[in-house]
């Protein structure tokens, strides 16, 4: 099932639909809300659980829908849709943790209730998870610190991405990796651009290219690396 197969279902109120699909990579079921007004906790699981959605392709979390484990697949189907009545999730409460908690904003997120055509005043809820641009993964869970006589003030960063049936937290080490090979990456292409900026200006002068330039250090180190994997370059 795909982010837009659950939204048509949504739109159209009849979510026996639903029973016996299984969760998938876009499509997340709860069977209760978020409990926001008791638990912090339940805040941070809520950004958690949209920003995995947003770090893949989009998806949508479904709130009123039971499920079951399937032994065979490991993933949970749903079982039973439990409409929940109108005006239980405050659906701008929502909204305002997500925009407070994860970084940097995500783009068209969207939390609605969607009534039943039994019953206009009790329904489904979905928080809609839109592809967010490339560019501006990965997208982060921040939270303050408790702030007292005996601790230090500080920031709680995590990153979460959506996999099929299950969302998997990074670790601080692979959150360290991908900014560590982003860095690589952007000196990389520093190099290049360096040496494509001095080989242009030595063709307006009509120059030879010195012995060895940035442009020339890269290709002998992409060689390297090439030989390395057996590849000839």
Request: glycine share 8%; net charge negative.
């Amino acid at each position: 099932m795909t982010r837009e197969d659950a939204l048509e279902i949504l739109e159209r109120g009849g979510f026996d639909a639903f029973v016996g699909m299984p969760e998938t990579i876009e499509v997340e079921f709860k069977s209760e809300p978020y409990q926001i007004p008791d638990r912090d906790s339940e805040k941070f699981e809520l950004a958690k659980d949209v920003s995995a959605l947003a770090n893949a392709s989009g998806g949508v979390i479904v709130i009123g829908v039971r499920t079951e484990r399937d032994n065979a697949t490991a993933v949970d189907v749903a079982d039973e849709p439990r409409p929940l009545p109108r005006g239980l999730v405050n659906e701008e409460q929502y909204e305002a943790i997500l925009s407070d908690m994860v970084y940097p904003r995500l783009n068209a997120v969207s939390v609605r209730f969607h009534p039943s055509t039994g019953d206009d005043e009790r329904g489904l809820v979905c928080i809609d998870v839109p592809p967010q641009n490339e560019v501006d993964k990965y997208f982060l869970i921040q939270r303050p610190t408790e702030e007292d006589v005996d601790k230090t003030p500080g920031w709680l960063v995590g990153l979460a991405v959506r996999s099929v049936g299950r969302v998997e937290v990074r670790r601080i080490g692979e959150i360290h990796m991908l900014i560590n090979r982003g860095l690589v990456v952007g000196s990389q292409l520093g190099d290049v651009l360096e040496g494509m900026a001095e080989l242009r200006e030595l063709a307006v002068r009509g120059k030879a290219p010195p012995a060895e330039t940035p442009a020339s250090r890269l290709h002998d180190v992409l060689r390297e690396r090439l030989g390395e994997s057996g590849v000839d370059a």
